[in-house]
């Protein structure tokens, strides 16, 4: 159990402060740690993928004996005091060994304990340095792009989905300008295999999983690329997309599920406030609907109206004794009409 540290100044109550749980969190910083074994595959993968995260990555340069799937050992702990020390939530362990060549192991952290671990292999990958092409800026936000129904419906496709979701994603924001996309990462599966055409959705099942065969699992690939937009003679640009590096082909190996009890309170959001809910966020409020284009639209419903006492325009014509007094003038021309009345003459000079 980690110790709780009380601010002796102000600074550090600042520093204690700003690593508090808040609403809308901070980007996820990764750390980049070396096993005791690393080969130059492993270095160089490494250095490719702290670069798409820079500047949210901090690297361990030496080489730690930690091995994260080993129970016996005390590489939780070691993580659990890093993710403290560095306010980390993410953490890439790189070892290899001749059962497990070029293993990459992402390690997710909540509330400073591990919460799932993921073990992928590097089959084949391409360095950022055969593009000669234009790299995008550090720390602008990727467009990521999951091409496989594998991602929606395989467990252990949906966990490297939210891992790598996770581990890309940057600062949180509501909008965003388009020219400000300046990289795509697009991450696709092999063809699927007919026996994982159904597969159920049950990513964390209480009970203990079976061993699966992972050599029946397709590939992975993750390319990234940079946009490129271009006149089209629309509102809307023609993009076009350019290589830019890493080239990577991983295959999933072991992984760790999350514990339901902790994965419950890690998916757990605030109270949302009163001008949220009145935005149609959050909870559906009845007879309120947010329309496409924003905008809230309310539904009142009301009783049978009497048509016969609504209040309308006041006009003379309409009046209740209107009827009476234009018999009385039809009926005055009338008489006039009989010879009742005599014409005055005019009088001759």
């Not at 999933?252 to 935005?279: I, S, Y």
């Amino acid at each position: 159990m980690l110790r709780t540290i009380k601010p002796k100044n102000a600074r550090s109550k600042r520093v204690l402060d700003a690593r508090l749980p808040k609403e809308i969190e901070d980007a996820r910083t990764a750390i980049f740690v070396k096993g005791s074994h690393t080969g130059e595959t492993l270095n160089a993968v490494m250095r490719e993928l702290m670069a798409l995260k820079r500047p949210d990555a901090i690297a361990f340069n030496k080489k730690n004996q930690i091995h994260p799937f080993d129970s016996a050992s005390t590489s939780t702990a070691s993580l659990e005091f890093w993710a403290s020390k560095n306010d980390a939530s993410l953490f890439v362990v790189g070892q290899t060994t001749k059962k497990r060549p070029d293993g990459l192991t992402f390690v997710r952290m909540f509330d400073g304990r591990v919460l799932d671990m993921l073990e992928v292999g590097v089959e084949k990958w391409v360095g950022m340095a055969e593009f000669k092409t234009q790299k995008s800026t550090p720390g602008h936000k990727p467009l990521m792009h999951f091409a496989s129904e594998l991602f929606d419906t395989h467990p252990r496709f949906i966990q490297l989905k939210s891992m790598l979701l996770d581990f890309f994603n940057g600062e949180i924001v509501d909008s965003i300008c388009l020219p400000g996309l300046e990289h795509v990462i697009s991450v696709t599966c092999a063809p699927t295999p007919a026996a994982l055409n159904n597969a159920t959705v049950n990513m964390y099942p209480n009970q203990h999983p079976t061993p699966e065969d992972v050599s029946v699992l397709p590939k992975v690939h993750i390319r990234t690329y940079t946009t490129k937009l271009l006149a089209s003679g629309t509102r809307i640009p023609r993009v076009e997309l350019t290589p830019m590096g890493p080239s990577l082909d991983l295959t999933l190996r072991r992984h760790q599920q999350a514990d339901p009890e902790m994965l419950k309170q890690a998916m757990k959001r605030p109270k949302l406030k009163k001008t949220d809910v009145e935005k149609g966020l959050g909870k559906k409020r009845k007879n309120m609907e947010v329309d496409e284009m924003g905008d809230l639209r309310g539904r009142v419903h009301v009783g049978k109206q009497d048509l016969g006492k609504l209040q309308t325009r006041k006009m003379k014509g309409l009046k209740a004794g209107a009827e009476e007094d234009d018999e009385m003038d039809v009926d005055d021309e009338n008489d006039f009409g009989d010879g009742g009345g005599r014409k005055k003459r005019r009088k001759e000079d």
